[in-house]
């Protein structure tokens, strides 16, 4: 098990995560703003420039979106 700081993915629920209809199936997804702030991190990342809060809050949002990629695929393969 791999321990790593990370900003909490439960902090993004009121503001950064939306639930929209694709294909008639309600699918996880995160907001316009917060998918580019996450590109903006990965950008950094790629740069070597992060901070170690920005590398916290890049690791909550990438766990984040793995939690959704599974509840998407389960939601998609159950219909």
Do not use: C, H
């Not at 950064?16 to 907001?31: A, M, N, P, Y």
């Not at 420039?49 to 590398?55: D, G, K, V």
């Not at 949002?61 to 793995?66: G, N």
């Amino acid at each position: 098990m791999v321990t790593e700081l990370m900003v909490q993915p439960s902090s993004w629920v009121e503001t950064g995560i939306t639930v929209e209809t694709v294909r008639g199936l309600k699918l996880f997804k995160f907001t316009d703003e917060l998918q580019e702030r996450l590109e903006e991190l990965v950008e950094l990342y790629k740069q070597d420039r992060l901070t170690s809060e920005q590398e916290a809050e890049l690791n909550g949002l990438t766990e984040l979106d793995r939690i959704f990629t599974l509840l998407n695929a389960r939601t998609i393969a159950d219909s």
